[in-house]
């Protein structure tokens, strides 16, 4: 198996999923936040191309879905209403990249809504809000990663290249950030932070909090890269030509440091978002009624919708490809670093 | 033995110190505090609240508080919970108790799953068992604690086959002893089952890995060559060399079960210190939430404690390193 072929074929793949959840104004059918009340909880309506009297139909469709006779919370497929799948369907507005207004949807119905994944108490697509979720929790993970391995450059730069007090210093505080859970951690931090707070506000919080949390491991590593590199010939023949740090460590010692940051980003990327999923699924993360995938599940707390509305949980399935992803892109890089770690 | 074993501990004693202090410091950065919850309620005095706040010593400067509240761990308290109204210790301690039952048995089942699975795989290496056991942790490892614990239960609850919360059923005070064992048996089925199967992918990894390494020492095949049966070798020889990474993995562990037993706890509802944490931070019970943090912290250090002298009797490298 070549490597580099196997990376830029995971590579494809994260990036398409991601394209998936920004673009979520164009994938999903409908608003997040839009209500159905009259239609809460309705399970997931399968799509069809063959109808019940066994007639072809080369357009995908949905039937509508009413309560089963004498039922409160039983629905069953209602054969007298269909709902063609359109392509490329006008529907509710939403911004392009956040930017250029639009209302064009990959799929709709031009009737009623459909509803492909469910819908939740209030009546919300789950599907929409699924997309929608993905991008506050697959950003929250990318973009605390990003602060992470910032944090965890800069202080392992310093203290593997100017070594000394600053590196027993630094070291040390990493030791105690490693001491603890990184759960109980997380916990600590958000308890000191303020709790009502804007979607907005949340999600930023959340990101620093992450920052905070999981900067020692990759200091460690990057001071560990530093110092053999800071050692190594071609660095010191050009400090001995007179090069200042600033310069040595910018065009000898960083690219030295990429593939230790690369393969800690894809691991702390999903482990991020499992966080951000955690937060928001307990209730201290981002709020409703912005949908994340954290609050997506915390509906499942409640015994009543554990047990009568499985399909509440699918948005946890089909969340895993993107941990997936991240899983075979984090091991072939891996292997690249390290090709006699572990034997495939 | 015994300079290795205090140059550990005092390791030990100075990290807890360090996160009680960090715990403290961002203490400070906390905006608002229990008290202030109290003042948007009409019914209580703001006099109330102010000689509640001098009570707790909300008014005084950092370092007096911290140096009271050392003493208060000294003297087994671990201060004070405004919510409960009673020292934080005791309701910690059997909150953790829980929270220990689960991840000490959740610890045990996945070494002792992990091990055997991981030598086996590593002793195939390449073949059909070894790709069977890689696919299965790579399956494991894709899905997230989270899902992974709602997962089983909604299984559980599909299914009726065991209990999806609490730790105990209603009538427990009522059967007799092994039936009390069987009803706490069935309600930590369910948690420690998330628990293993969340950490035990890692585990088999790590295991296979150093397991094929040392499978490939000359010593080895020296070994086979002598006739040693397969289990012999394997288990009496080879596992102790490769047990050196294998037993710092073990300290790594015991973070990694804490961590997820939190998360776990408050999905299956289990009363162990993750609910009650929660409720704490809700409520902005700051000295349940020092308290727990050091705890778990206390745990994770007693753990690579254990690790430490495990190594030490395992590892004769380090022994001659250290002196006797």
Redesign the interface.
Known sequence: MSGRRTISRWLVFVIALHLLVIFAGFFAPYDPAEQDRKNPYLPPMRLHLVDHQGHFHARPFAYGVKLREGSFDQYEEDRTETFPLKFLVRGASYRFLGLVPSRLHLFGTETDRIYLLGSDSYGRDQLSRFLYGGRVSVFAGLLGASVTLLLGLCVGLAAGYYGGWRDDLLM?LA??FL???????L?????????AVGPLEAFFLIIVVLGIVGWARPARLVRGVVLSAKERDFVRAARGFGAADGYLLRRHILPETSSVLLTQATMLV?QF??AE??LS????GVPEPVPSW?NL?SS??Q?SV??SY?WM?LP??I??PF??GY?GLGSELQERAEPY???? | MMRYLLRRAAHAFFLLIGVSLLAFAFTVLAPGNYFDEMRLNPEIAPETIAALRTQYELNRSLPVRYVHWVSSVLHGDMGFSFAYNTPVAPLLLVRARNTLLLTVTAMLLAWGIALPLGIWSAEHLGRLPDRLVSWGTAALLVVPDLALALGLLVIAVKSGWLPTGGMVSLNFDRLPFFGKLRDLLLHMALPVAALVLSVLPTLVRHVRAAMAEVLDAPFVLAAEGHGLRRRTLLYRYALPAAANPLISLFGFSIGTLLSGSLLIEVVMSWPGLGPFLLEAILARDIYVVIGGVLLSTLFLVGGNFLADLLLYWADPRIRTETGP
């Open positions: 040390r030791e105690l001491a603890l859970p990184w759960l109980y951690l916990f600590a931090l958000r308890a000191f932070l303020p709790l999903p978002i499992l999923m955690t699924f307990l209730g201290l954290g599940l499942l707390q015994y554990l047990v499985w949980y946890a399935l969340m895993l941990f997936l899983l770690k572990i034997g495939r």
